[in-house]
């Protein structure tokens, strides 16, 4: 999937500000090995890493686009990688502080997934995600609905993103039987205050569009994206349009 810095890179704030509050919840420890899941540009990681004294962090992400852009954030102690989550869940190796803010929603199977990732954190260390409700967040449903739609369903085989995202209740749940022995887990809504109906659309093509417009070629995507636009505002009429961008955050230790 071509992931765009530029696009994303839009909305640094709004993007940012659950970062922050997943960071707050790191307890800061000298010497400790890290991992970020997903890091994208490494611009996040970089930050991370500054606040964590004598550290050694390492991030990894699937996009050679977004992972471009690390080279302005590598420093010593501080490496980047092209790998999948997935790839670096097989490697048998363990960390004193996972984190990932804003990827794993593009993994599968959470149930899997969570336990997995917590199997990763060495004792006594810890686990920090931060992931939109994508479940509840009217835009991915929007998006969802229109795939399947003439003429796109057909283009896309019946395809349609499912979000692999779950409730607050089962991500604990999941924590707890994983042997975290304390956790923080909240849903929190970060609100999106956006010009209009097409800034809504730009805030949502540099991410959970990405993906159907991978799959639809030409004149279809084309025609996918005019048709989304004309849905946003139809269901966004007011300017500025206000978003309630709903996310989850997990904290866990071990
Ligand atoms: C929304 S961006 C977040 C990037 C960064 N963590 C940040 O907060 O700025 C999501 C990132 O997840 C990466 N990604 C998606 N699926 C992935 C996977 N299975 N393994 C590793 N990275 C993945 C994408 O390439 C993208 O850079």
């Not at 010497?31 to 890091?39: F, N, Q, S």
């Not at 962090?57 to 790998?83: C, W, Y």
């Not at 960390?95 to 803010?101: A, G, I, K, P, T």
Request: net charge negative; glycine share 4%.
């Amino acid at each position: 999937m071509a992931w765009s810095p530029e696009t994303y890179n839009k909305f640094k704030s709004e993007r940012f500000a659950p970062f922050y509050d997943l960071m707050d919840l790191v307890k800061v420890k000298p010497g400790l090995h890290v991992i970020d899941l997903g890091c994208g540009t490494g611009e996040l990681t970089r930050k991370l890493a500054d606040k964590l004294p004598d550290s050694r962090v390492f991030g990894i992400d699937t996009s050679p686009e977004m992972l471009a852009e690390s080279d302005a954030f590598k420093r010593t102690h501080l490496n980047f990688a092209q790998r999948s989550i997935e790839e670096q869940l097989g490697i048998p190796q363990q960390w004193d502080l996972v984190f990932s803010n804003a990827a794993v929603q593009w993994a599968e199977n959470h149930r899997e997934l969570i336990p997995n990732i917590v199997s990763k954190v060495r004792s006594g260390g810890q686990l920090l995600i931060q992931m939109p409700a994508q479940h509840h967040n009217i835009s991915n449903q929007m998006l969802h609905e229109l795939a399947l739609e003439e003429p796109f369903r057909s283009a896309l085989n019946g395809w349609t993103r499912t979000s692999p995202v779950l409730d607050i209740d089962e991500y604990a749940q999941l924590l707890f039987e994983s042997r975290c022995r304390t956790m923080t887990v909240f849903e929190k809504i970060y609100p999106l205050v956006l010009q209009d109906a097409t800034a809504l659309f730009d805030w949502v093509s540099g991410t959970a569009l990405l993906p159907y417009l991978e799959r639809l070629q030409g004149e279809l995507a084309t025609e996918f994206t005019n048709e989304y636009q004309k849905k946003l505002r139809d269901r966004f009429p007011k300017a500025p349009v206000f978003y309630p961008f709903k996310r989850i955050i997990l904290e866990g230790s071990l």
